[in-house]
């Protein structure tokens, strides 16, 4: 490898939007997240299930059904 070329591997905080931070390794210092594990609804099982009933309805609304 090549001298001098490469960034410098450091030791970085990341902080989540939720308030949980952790260390990890990184070229930079500090790292932003707005989701993490710790509040990700997979990860925790507190899943947000988007209501998607009647979407169908509303499209044969608008459009009508399709005649043969």
Known sequence: MKENIHPDYQTSTVKC???Y???TRSTRKEI???ICSNCH???TGK???IDAA????KFKKKYGTAKK
């Open 32 to 34: 932003k997240v707005e």
């Open 47 to 49: 899943q947000k299930l």
């Open 21 to 23: 931070t952790f260390e």
């Open 54 to 57: 009647g979407r169908v309805e």
């Open 17 to 19: 939007a939720c308030g």
């Open 41 to 43: 609804g997979f990860f």
